[in-house]
Every structure is written in C-alpha cells, then in structure tokens.
C-alpha cells in the first residue's frame, strides 16, 4: 500500500491563546490535539485539523510566548493553503477582514485564492476548489458546511534548486509533476485528500532565522512502518542522505531529514491517530500526555502558558 501527500505542517507560533483563538476561532479548525514538545514539555505543542485530525489535515504549532519573528531565508515553506468549497471565498475575505486580518485575493490556475497572515505572521492561503463541499468538515459556529475549510491544499517551499527538492517530493516522498503558479514547480500527491507542493526558487544568499510565524517543518504520508522504512531507503540509496531513527509520536510514529534545500522534512506513518488517547468525540479537550511524561502531569500542567485570553 502507498499513500503520498502531506501529513502535516508544524510551525512556530507565539502566544499560546492567541493562536488558539485564530486556528480554531476565526478559521473554524478543530482542536485535536492539546500536548507538550515531547522534546520541550515547558511547551504547548497544539494541534488543528478536521473532525478527526486526518493526515493532510493538520497544522500544529509550537507556541512560545515570548519568541521573535522569524526572518527569511532560502529553505523554508513560505506559504501553507488551507483547501474550502469555490463558493465560500467572499465569505472568508469578510470573515477575516471583521477580524482586522489583511487579506489579498489572488488568482491561481483558474481558481480562486485568499492570501493572509496568521496573527504570529505565518503566511496562509485559501484556495477555492470545486467539489470540497462534499469533503468532510469540521462545523463550528459561525462557519457552516458550504464554507468550512477542508484540510490542506498545497504548501510552497523556497529552496535554491526546485529540482533537487522536487526530485525528493517525487522519487522519495511519491508526488508527480503537476500544475502550479507560473515561475513555480508543481508536485501533486496520489490519495484523498489530494495535496500539492508547489516549489519556487529563493535568491536571499542566507539561511532562515525560525521565529514566530515559521513553519518548522513539513512532514509527509507514509501508509505504515514498512513504507517509511522503504522511503528512507531510497532516500539513502538514491540521495546519499540519513533520515533519523524512528521517533514515536504517539499519534503517528516519524523520522526526519533535511531536503538539500534546506527545509526540514519529516516522514510520518497514517496511523494511529489522535483517538489512540482519547475519546473522538472529545478529542483536545484535555492535557494529553506520553506514557514516559505521565508521572510528571502536575508539573507540567502548572507550568503551561494558559490558553484563555489573558485578562486585560
Ligand atoms: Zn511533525
């Protein structure tokens, strides 16, 4: 069995509250998943999606209160595009601009797309397909089934050489050549949801600071265990580059490379999801955390930025 597509996104954001109000408030996206950094537990590690959080639905975030603006660089994903049905543009530029949100619209091989940048500076895009209004969707108040966003779409990478990194996204990772904006190279996943990398060449001389705003890493599907490693293998064999051990990340088991681009790649199985730990129907309701984390709750839980608005 083969998947290719996007599993998710993780970027880095500042106040925990803040992102909290803007992905799942203003954007509609559900809070699947509320955990630490297993390598941080200090820190939030947040996680957004659909109703069930399914690969090439998730954004996660590591927020960090007091963390500067990232500064651009080459080897970095410089936009991530949220997908919603084609009708549902004129109501997301009025619901994000009542929210004071910048927005540019914008039009990209014949479809519809909304530019804007989430309150940390992370760089978004809602792009208008025909047909996402029969994707499943996660319905909040405010924000009904014919507008909801459905997952990803694409996300653009800036790297020094496309081709190096297309090569990965294609021999490595399973994507093909596909449409994209003029100047852009296009690769297209092969599942449901179907996602897209679109690559355009960067020309900055220097490498990215991370800071708010950031996406840290981009992370693909890998169908189970067996498939990683057969990726991983390939990537060794074919590229001459060492993907990490396998890490457990409870909610889906990742190993990790950089692209010769520079952008950290992350390879992560489908399964088991985020109802491994907790009841779908209240899925991030509560503090969730590794076995190995367990003992030490209390602690961690009191030392938790809080992720209520903070009173003025
Ligand atoms: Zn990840």
Redesign the pocket.
């Known amino acids: 069995m083969s998947v290719a597509g996007i599993?998710?996104v993780?970027a880095m954001a500042g106040a925990p509250w803040r992102n909290r109000h803007f992905h799942a408030e203003i954007l509609g996206q559900r809070l699947v998943k509320r955990t630490v950094n297993f390598d941080d537990p200090a820190t939030w590690h947040l996680y957004y999606g659909d109703g069930e959080g399914r690969p090439g639905s998730a954004l996660?975030f590591f927020p960090w209160p007091h963390i500067a603006p990232g500064r651009p660089g080459d080897g970095e994903t410089v936009e991530t595009a949220f997908r919603a049905p084609a009708a549902a543009l004129d109501f997301w530029r009025e619901r994000l601009e009542a929210h004071g949100v910048a927005v540019q619209a914008e039009e990209r091989h014949g479809r519809g797309a909304l530019t804007f940048r989430d309150p940390d500076g992370m760089a978004l895009a809602i792009i208008g397909v025909a047909g996402a209004q029969d994707e499943p969707a996660w319905i909040v108040p405010g924000i009904d089934a014919s507008a909801a966003l459905r997952g990803f779409e694409s996300v653009t990478l800036a790297v020094p050489d496309p081709d190096i990194t297309g090569a990965i996204l294609r021999d490595v990772l399973g994507f093909r050549h596909s449409e994209a904006r003029p100047g852009h190279l296009g690769l297209a996943g092969s599942d449901s949801p179907l996602t897209a990398v679109e690559i355009v060449e960067s020309t900055h001389g220097t490498r990215p600071r991370l800071g708010a705003g950031s996406v840290?890493?981009v992370?693909f599907r890998a169908a189970d265990d067996a498939a990683q490693e057969a990726m991983a293998e390939t990537l060794r064999s074919r590229f001459g580059i060492e993907a990490t051990e396998q890490r457990d990340?409870n909610y889906f088991r990742?190993i990790y490379f950089r692209e010769p681009g520079g952008v950290l790649f992350?390879i992560?199985t489908d399964g088991p999801g985020f109802a491994v730990d907790e009841d779908p129907a209240h899925l991030g309701e509560t503090l969730q955390l590794p076995a190995g984390l367990e003992a030490r709750r209390e602690t961690i839980a009191a030392r938790l930025p809080s992720l209520e608005p903070e009173e003025a």
């Open positions: 599993h998710h993780t996660t840290h890493h992370a990340r990742s992350e992560a």
